[in-house]
């Protein structure tokens, strides 16, 4: 047992025993009291003691360490060798000495002196923390000035990981004086020159792969496949598409909705399919698009990029309101010619006049069911060797043809896998709460996309009320989208005679999707924004037209068309569809934010 007045170390620190007892309690250095129990400390000398003492100065340390060198010894022993004496002072003082490291180190409740060897590691050790400190303080100094120089890599490199979400919490920062936070570690990096001024970090902070996966494919089985060759299919996209994956024709009197096929060799629990799962779709940032399916899908199977093409192809029979009559699905090889919307409008008239008859049909056909469109102008903004450009994205006939037949395809597939009992990824959206008469033009575009419900995909059928449509499927995308691919593996092995996926197995893989999905969709949107403040930033005052779409809370709404910018200034509450003179008065790209001066111009139309 250890007496009352004993000299103790206590995690480090020296004590006096108080009191002796069961648990020991113990005066502390500055007068405080702690009880503990005897296997928690090391006894140092037995006083008695009334408070702990000062260590004894001076001792030869090194000649001591020397004569023991890798040896163990008591601290009684230790302090004899040291100062030629055991006292409280001179025990105190070779303990400090062990858990200081340098020439001893402790070991239990005794002491054991450095080997030669050791001496020598731990000096170094120390050196170069020490450099390693000083470096520290240098860039820190460096870096309240706004400056950073090229052997600062590793301590900007934890400002990078604060500033693309790796961490949370970096400690250079706050010494820096930076804020925490992904946006002010993003500033100080452009500000040094670490990132130049339009670095995108949104798609590295969602951690999303940014290169196609490299898996392979199955290989293709073309028996069974129908020829429909005899006739011209028509992929009609964007200008600036590069994967194509969806054609249309009339024919006979009945519609064609040919589609990309990798289902074919893209089969369920295939590595290319867990993959695709992961992803959730192909990424498209303006500066990069990155492909949900290996490089070699594309060119397999991407419709219009080979004489012939390989599809899954949708015959879609009508009635003379518009509503499907018959439908069939095939296995299929096709002749695509590939158009852009404004070169598609050459067709018409011509071969396209029988699917705009259909386009025309449908649109009425949904609207009486309640379908909702929402027309508000968009802008493509793209990025070529780091240099960010904005365009508006035009509106032709054939852009509205291609939206319906892709809507009159998703209704076929949902409708024909329900008629089978098939499991089936089927998508849903309620209807809208309008409740008081909306406001026209503009603003009463954004006031109904206010008002809808967010979409829902599942195994169970529910109406697409958004669609005026009583079942529908997403199934025209299944190059760049795993719900379509996972839609038409569901097809392809109903009409191959095998067993689809269970609802269970269905459900699992849709979830797993979905989630990725979420995060595909918000590196996307916050992408766009960045460029778009990037491009505005190159153009310091740049004046454009707003049109406001709502007001309350004593600010307005404004939307941008030449910029397909939403923003809220502080000009009172303005009338709907007023146009607004809008001047870009400075942009802050770290904060996603942009500036604005306002002067009120005539009505909008």
Partial sequence: MINTGALVAYKGKAAVVAFSGDRLELALEGGDAVKVREKDIVFLHPGPL?????PRDGGDFETARQMIAGETVEIRAACELVFGEYAAGTALACWNAALDGSLFRAEGDRIVALTDEEREREASRRARKEGEAAEREAFIARAKRGVAGSGDERFLGEIESLALGKIVKSRIAAEIGLSETPEAAHAFLVCVGRWTATFNPWPLRSGLPLK??????????????LDFTGFASYAIDNAWSRDPDD?????????????AD????????????????????????????????????????????????????????????????????????????????????????????????????????????????????????????GVPAVEPVPHARSGAIVREMMVLCGEAAARWAFERGIPFPYYGQEAPQIRERLPSGLAGEFAKRKLMKAGSAGTHPSAHRGLGLSFYAQATSPLRRYGDLLAHQQLRAALAGRQPLDEDELASRLGRALAALALNRQAERASELHWTLAWLAARPGWEGDGVVTG??????????PDLGLETRIKAGELEDNASVRMKCTGVDIPRRDARWSTARAAAHP
């Fill in 212 to 225: 196609a996966p490299v898996l392979p494919l199955g290989s293709d089985d073309d028996d069974g496949r």
């Fill in 50 to 54: 009334a408070e702990p003492p000062a």
């Fill in 262 to 385: 990798p289902a074919s060799v893209v089969t369920p629990g295939s590595s290319a399919d867990a993959e695709a799962a992961d992803r959730s779709g192909t990424l498209y940032l303006p500066e990069l698009t990155v492909p949900m399916l290996p490089d070699e899908a594309l060119p397999r199977f991407g419709l219009g990029l080979s004489e012939v093409s390989r599809a899954l192809s949708f015959r879609i029979e009508l009635d003379d309101s518009g509503a499907i009559g018959g439908i069939g699905i095939f296995p299929s090889f096709v002749r695509v010619e590939r158009h852009s919307y404004e070169s598609a409008m050459e067709l018409l008239p011509g071969p396209l006049d029988g699917l705009d008859r259909v386009a025309t049909l449908r649109a009425r056909l949904r609207a009486a069911a309640g379908a909702i469109d929402i027309d508000i102008p968009e802008v493509r903004i793209w990025v070529a060797d």
């Fill in 551 to 560: 007001s309350g809370g004593g600010l307005s709404s404004v939307y941008i």
């Fill in 247 to 259: 054609a249309i024709a009339f024919e006979d009197g009945a519609v064609f909705v040919s589609i």
